[in-house]
């Protein structure tokens, strides 16, 4: 989940042509913007939507879908309307605490539950509490969350429950040695658990490219690599980091990494993992062009190489995803603004079903119906 405008004039020149826009990336190009506009205003006027909301009580987004005992649990951002006005800081994103959503399949009843998590029950919070994801091992449960601390820097916190669907108690501290946004956890064939995470932009990544935060915004070059997403692998109690942080390398197919200025490639935020016939699928948001794009990998670590899109741009800014397999078939959760007429910060969680084609490519996906 993005939600911080940049400075630059191509930035700003976005943010001043397009209503929907939540927030944009320094070297977005008129190229991706045009195209990013004419999407969403077709998809509004001329389209209809290929899936329903999963719940339309509460908003929801960032869907981090599981399968635990055989049901499908959803840890989503909770999307409230704070009041706040859209800024280049992405203030109104203001999420305040976490509800779990469930059901025993795909099209079958959707239940929220009660509260999971609440910001005044994390000790260190300060504000905004964006895309969770949540594991399981020897009997409980870990909800891993993003959320800006007192001095307003991300760090990435854990919380435990008996039940999948909470209350979860938070840890005292952030993990350590964490920062940025977005974790995803995978556990791999081997019952290893790895967490990705990162963001660029309001997700602050780019304050870290040294080790230590720095709180001015730097990017590389448009022509040199990209920032790269990170991995982790987790200790055996599920509340640390067991070891150094590590790059997640996004390559092209000459092997060589994706570059700063490569918008429609390369990482801007929402990392997630799956494994299919004994490879690793590396999937992400581009951000400032909309897709949710992947690639293939031998390790979990990577490094991986480009594929494609799974998911083409959908109605508001942001996009956000996880993918997961129930009773024999594969699901990709998303999350569009339908459900709010277009408001960004205002989003609903739909979900699909994705297909592996024979040489384990993905299909490509598009949110809306055919004309």
Aim: with cysteine.
């Amino acid at each position: 989940m993005i939600h911080k405008l940049s400075s630059r004039p191509a930035a700003l020149a976005f943010m001043a042509a397009s209503v929907l826009a939540a927030g944009c990336q320094s070297n977005t190009t008129d190229k991706a913007t045009n195209k990013a506009e004419t999407t969403t205003t077709e998809a509004t006027d001329k389209k209809a939507f290929l899936s329903e909301p999963l719940v339309k009580e509460i908003y929801t987004a960032d869907p981090s879908a599981h399968v635990f005992n055989g049901k499908i649990y959803v840890y989503p951002s909770h999307d409230i309307d704070a009041g706040i006005p859209d800024n280049d800081n992405g203030d109104q994103y203001a999420m305040r605490d976490y509800r779990v959503l469930s059901m025993d399949s795909v099209g079958g009843k959707v239940t929220v539950h009660d509260v999971a998590l609440d910001i005044k029950d994390v000790p260190w919070a300060g504000r905004q509490m964006w895309a969770p994801d949540a594991a399981y091992h020897n009997g409980t449960y870990y909800l891993y969350f993003p959320v800006k601390d007192k001095q307003d820097i991300f760090h990435l916190g854990v919380a435990t429950s008996s039940s999948p669907t909470g209350p979860f108690k938070a840890q005292p501290e952030p993990i350590k040695g964490s920062f940025s946004m977005d974790p995803a956890v995978f556990k791999d064939t081997d019952g290893t658990y790895y967490m990705y995470f990162g963001g660029i932009w309001g997700g602050q990544l780019q304050r870290w490219s040294t080790g230590e935060y720095n709180p001015k915004d730097e990017y590389p070059a448009d022509d040199q690599p990209a920032l790269m997403p990170k991995v982790a692998r987790l200790t055996k109690d599920m509340l640390q980091f067991d070891g150094p942080v590590k790059d997640v390398q996004i390559l092209d197919n000459t092997g060589k990494p994706l570059l700063t200025g490569d918008n429609e490639r390369r990482f801007f935020e929402a990392a997630w993992m799956h494994k299919y016939n004994g490879k690793y699928y590396f999937s992400y948001s581009t951000g400032d062009t909309h897709y949710i794009a992947y690639g293939i990998g031998d390790s979990p670590t990577g490094p991986f190489t480009y594929q494609g899109v799974i998911l083409n741009p959908v109605l508001g800014w942001t996009n956000h995803h996880s993918i997961v397999e129930h009773k024999g078939k594969w699901y990709l959760f998303y999350h569009d603004a339908s459900l709010s007429g277009g408001k960004n910060h205002l989003r609903s969680v739909k979900v699909t079903e994705l297909k592996h084609r024979p040489d384990g490519t993905i299909e490509a996906i598009t949110a809306y119906r055919p004309n």
